[in-house]
């Protein structure tokens, strides 16, 4: 068998046997950009599954120049018995933490959660 050959098989067995997907918010990822001072911008995404429908809202603003505060809310649909979260974050980037066109920064967030039917937030 040629390479080309033995490395097509796999990739055609992945694609065959995979289930359906679409895109969304990445994986836990967190890119190191940050707003400008004054910028601000709005992400919105929805989640869907079998028994989920989760409608997420992040706003994030700069402060100033490498420092973004950031707001996430994720709201589950009125049938679904999941919590609904909160988070709030601080991302710190500044311009002088890049280095051959890596940027370095740190994120501390706090989050929340408020059990479905619960008045009170965890």
């Known amino acids: 068998m040629t390479t080309k050959f033995t490395a097509v098989i796999p990739a055609l067995c992945v694609l065959?046997?995979?289930t359906s997907a679409f895109a969304g918010r990445p994986l836990a990822t967190e890119d190191a950009g940050v707003n400008d001072k004054g910028t601000c911008q709005l992400e919105a995404w929805v989640d869907r599954?079998?028994?989920l429908h989760h409608t997420h809202v992040a706003p994030a603003c700069g402060l100033i120049d490498g420092l973004e505060l950031g707001l996430e809310v994720d709201a589950p649909s009125h049938t679904s018995i999941d919590?609904?979260?909160?988070?709030a974050a601080l991302k710190w980037a500044?311009?002088?933490l890049?280095?051959?066109?890596?940027?370095f920064g740190a994120k501390a967030a706090i989050a929340g959660e408020k059990a479905a039917g619960d008045s009170d937030r965890h």
């Open 16 to 18: 065959t046997f995979s």
């Open 83 to 87: 919590a609904h979260d909160i988070l």
């Open 94 to 96: 500044p311009e002088y």
């Open 49 to 51: 599954g079998t028994d």
């Open 98 to 103: 890049t280095w051959q066109g890596w940027r």
